[in-house]
């Protein structure tokens, strides 16, 4: 309960701190610590920095004093870890004997949004109040606010505080994304199918028949084996197996518009407010059948994003830098004249509310 006082981090067994300590004999022969953003910019500069986004989200930063957990009573040398960096600004100029290898001038190297979803959804230029989910292989769902929450009811229902540009806060919560659909594909093409995510989608829209499935359940985070996975989840769930390569698809994405609609309505029990928006970035933005399934079971509009939205919140804070911008409005609106945005209405169609209420038994394990 304290940790998460500090950090406003959800519970993840893979966060940096938990690996730390199961390799904590590591760390008497460890001179620094760099998360991988930093280790680049190290080969690149000689300077040796942690990007604040990404070191938000590693359970070690205290959101409130904007500075490192107390490291050594939890058994980490404070030694290891360098300096703190900011977007916008430098780590240094590029080593001068690269810059003569590349034959390039000794430019700066300057710290974006490091952590990809941070850059991301900086790149959203809507200026309303929405929810976002940065969709890839995990979907990252959530709200920009001023301030962190680490209320009892956001930590039990292990939503997290990671920090954005500006120090704005990335209320969210992670759920399994495309990695379900993307590993059947693999199993796919593996059988000599080689269909596309278009065609995949094209079968979806067909379907007959989707069970419902907990994107989060374990049984899906290793890989291999996804679709006979599906089915054991639907069979130990006392639902029909979904057969063909468009009821298993229209599972996947059926299931993960229900689930955005769970996290969603927890958010806001949390928050206290209403969203009427969602705006998807990223790779997944550009899936219609998913982003109208999002769109109808969540019962909001939906607009699409960047698809590369990492790569333009990171061209946003260097333009920012080197004043290639005068202000974030200006970026913004670059941003919005080079995308083609596109609405998804609500269109209910069936008894969502029901169906909702079925998906809900079946993922708490009260068939």
Same mark, same amino acid.
């Given at each position: 309960a304290r940790l ?21 004999? /590591? ?26 986004t990404n070191l ?22 404070? @030694? ?33 949004? =490091? ?39 956001? @930590? ?41 995510y278009a065609q ?18 374990? /049984? ?14 639907? @069979? ?52 219609? /059948? /998913? ?35 005068? =202000? ?28 909702? @209420? ?10």
């Amino acid at each position: 309960a304290r940790l998460y006082q500090e950090t406003g981090i959800q519970y993840l067994h893979f966060n940096t701190l938990y690996q730390l300590k199961k390799d904590a004999s /590591l760390l008497k022969k460890t001179d620094k610590i760099l998360l991988m953003p930093d280790l680049i910019a190290y080969y690149l500069t000689g300077t040796m920095r942690m990007e604040l986004t990404n070191l938000s989200t590693t359970n070690l930063y205290n959101l409130h004093t904007r500075s490192m957990i107390d490291l050594e009573n939890i058994g980490i040398p404070k @030694r290891v870890f360098p300096d703190m960096i900011y977007p916008e600004e430098a780590y240094g100029l590029i080593k001068k004997d690269l810059a003569s290898e590349l034959s390039i001038p000794r430019v700066p190297v300057i710290a974006v949004c =490091t952590h990809d979803t941070a850059s991301a959804v900086f790149s959203i230029p809507d200026e309303d109040d929405y929810i976002y989910i940065s969709s890839g292989t995990w979907s990252l769902c959530g709200v920009l606010l001023d301030k962190p929450v680490t209320t009892l009811h956001a @930590r039990e229902e292990n939503y997290t505080n990671e920090i954005g540009y500006g120090h704005q806060t990335r209320f969210l919560k992670n759920v399994m994304g495309l990695w379900i659909i993307n590993q059947c594909l693999e199993e796919w093409h593996h059988q000599r199918n080689n269909i596309s995510y278009a065609q995949i989608a094209s079968c979806a829209e067909k379907a007959e028949y989707a069970g419902f499935i907990d994107p989060d359940a374990p /049984l899906f985070e290793s890989p291999g084996a996804m679709v006979g996975r599906i089915k054991e989840y639907c @069979r130990n769930t006392g639902q029909r197996e979904p057969q063909t390569i468009g009821e298993i698809a229209l599972t996947i994405y059926q299931s993960l518009a229900y689930k955005y609609r769970f996290v969603f309505e927890t958010l806001e029990m949390i928050l206290g407010r209403n969203y009427k928006k969602i705006v998807i970035v990223s790779g997944g933005s550009n899936i219609s /059948l /998913l982003n109208q399934l999002t769109a109808s079971v969540c019962a909001k509009t939906v607009s699409t994003g960047a698809q590369e939205a990492t790569i333009l919140g990171n061209a946003l804070v260097l333009m920012k830098a080197t004043k290639t911008i005068k =202000t974030l409005a200006e970026g913004r609106d670059l941003i919005r004249k080079s995308i083609s945005e596109k609405i998804y209405l609500s269109e209910d169609k069936m008894n969502l509310d029901a169906e909702y @209420r079925r998906f809900c038994r079946i993922i708490k394990g009260v068939i």
